[in-house]
Nanobody
Framework: QVQLVESGGGVVQRGGSLRLSCTASGFTLDGFAMGWARQAPGKEREGVACISASDDSRIYADSVKGRFTISRDNGKNTAYLEMGSLELEDTAVYYC??????????????WGRGTQVTVSS
């Protein structure tokens, strides 16, 4: 079965850290850019970070720069999102996505089902 499965979400206190994982099955991540997006209640889904397939270049949303780090391990067929200095505003469902590149949103972007991250005060 072709799928992306996110894990590592949970409840964390403000200022804490979490690492999200996104593991592919049924296909390999080689050749795909990998991204993370999030959607908070009542808000639109927003891109958080993306790492290219070719040179591992990374881009981040301004809201997470300096706090979040995206990485990938093609040998493990997994992408990661290290999240630090978490803020209440980071509470959302986090989705990973396999993409043709990090330059936009495409119809053939392939999404996981998401993992909930809740930051508590």
């Amino acid at each position: 079965q072709v799928q992306l499965v996110e894990s590592g979400g949970g409840v964390v206190q403000r200022g804490g850290s979490l690492r999200l994982s996104c593991t592919a099955s049924g296909f390999t991540l080689d050749g795909f850019a990998m991204g993370w997006a999030r959607q908070a209640p009542g808000k639109e889904r927003e891109g958080v970070a993306c790492i290219s397939a070719s040179d591992d270049s990374r881009i981040y949303a301004d809201s997470v720069k300096g706090r979040f780090t995206i990485s990938r391990d093609n040998g493990k067929n997994t992408a990661y999102l290290e999240m630090g200095s978490l803020e209440l505003e980071d509470t959302a469902v986090y989705y990973c996505v396999a993409k043709r590149n990090c330059n936009g949103v495409y119809r053939d972007d392939f999404w996981g089902r998401g993992t909930q991250v809740t930051v508590s005060s």
